[in-house]
C-alpha cells in the first residue's frame, strides 16, 4: 500500500482546483437562471401547496428529460422512496435487500413500511451493489417457499420482498446485471437514484431500468426544490397508486372528502415545483460544470501515490454529483478532514455503513467486507456547480 499525501499536500492539491475561498462547503445550490421569476409567479398565483400549474409542468419537464413515462412529484426522495416500496408491495416483516453505504433515509424507508433492511456488499468500480456479490450471497441465502410462490431468508424466514440499488454520489450502479438477477428470485428493483438526476448508463437515464426509480430535489443536490423528490415509473398503474397514496388518498371530487387508504401528505408544493422547474432548465448548464470540476479533480489528484480518483464507471454518464477519492490507507483519513475542517474546506466521510448504526446493528446483512474496506478510505469533495470559485 502506497501512502497518500500528507494532509497539507493533499488539501493544496484541492485548493489548486477549487480555489481559495476562506470557507468552501461540500455542494451549495446555484440560482442563475429563472428561479425568482418562478418563484414569483407561483406567490403571485396564489397556489403554493400541491395543488398547481408548477407541478404538472415539473412532472412533464422531468419525464421528458430522463425518458420515464410517469413522474410523481413528492415532499423529499424520502417520502418517494417510502411510496416506492408500498407501490411494489413490501409488506411488514418483510426483508428488503440494499447496500449498507447508503444515506441512512434508504433503510429508514424500509423500516416505514415495517418490513426489516437486509444489507449487501458494494463493488469498487460504482460504489454501488454488486451483482455478482449479490447472486452469490442469495444463492446461500434465498429458499424458495413454492406454497407461498416467494423467496425467503432460509435463516429468518423472511420473505425476500425487494432490492434497492443506489447510484452512490451520482454513479450508476449496474442495473441491467443487477436487474437478472432480481429476475430470477422474483424481487422487483427500486433505484434509489436521490443522488443520480444527470447520470445514465448506456442510453438509460438512472431510475429507469428498474420497477421503480426515485430521485432527490434535497438542497445539497444536483437541482434543488429546496426539499422534494420523485418517483419514475414505466407503469402508469403504479404510478396513479403512487400519486394517489401521495395525496392521502383522497378521491377526486370537486368539493367532497372521500379517502379510500390511508394516504399520506406527501406531494410536492407547488412553490417548490416552481423553483424546480427554473433548476431543470438550468441541469444541462449545471451537469457541464461539474464534469469539468471532475475533469479538473481527475488531472490534478488521480496522479497522485496513494490517492484513487473515483472516476465514472465504464459505460456510463455521471453527473459527478459528488467527487470522490479513496486514500490507500484509511488512518490518513481523519487527520485530513480534520486539518479539511480548520480550513473551511468542506471534506467529508462517506456515510457510516448502515450496518453499523445503532438501529440496524441486528439486521440481516451479507459479508460486508468490502463495504467496509471503502467506506473507511472514501473523502467526499467539494462539489458545488460554482466551483472553481477562484
Ligand atoms: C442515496 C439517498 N437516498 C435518499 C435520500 C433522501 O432524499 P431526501 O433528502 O430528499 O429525503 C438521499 C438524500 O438526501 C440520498 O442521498
Known sequence: MSASPPPETLLAAIREVVGNAPSIPLHEPLFAGQEWRYVKKCLDSGWVSSAGGFVTEFEQRLAAYTGAANVVATSSGTSALHLALVAVGVRPEDEVLLPALTFVATANAVKYCHAVPHFVDIEPATLGVDPAALADHLRRTAVRDTAAGCWRNRDTGRRLAALIVVHAFGHPARTNALAAVCQEYDLPLVEDAAEALGSWRGGRHAGTTGRVGVLSFNGNK?????????????????????????TTAKQPHPWEYHHDAIGYNYRMPNLNAALGCAQLQALPGLLAKKRHLAERYAARLAPLAGVTFVAAPQGTTSNYWLNTILLADPAQRSPLLTLAHEQGIGLRPAWTPLHQLPMYLTAPKANLSRTENLAARIVNLPSSPGLPAI
Open 222 to 246: 444536483i437541482i434543488t426544490t429546496g426539499g422534494g423528490g420523485a418517483v419514475l415509473t414505466a407503469d402508469a398503474g403504479l404510478a396513479a397508486r403512487i400519486r394517489h397514496l401521495a
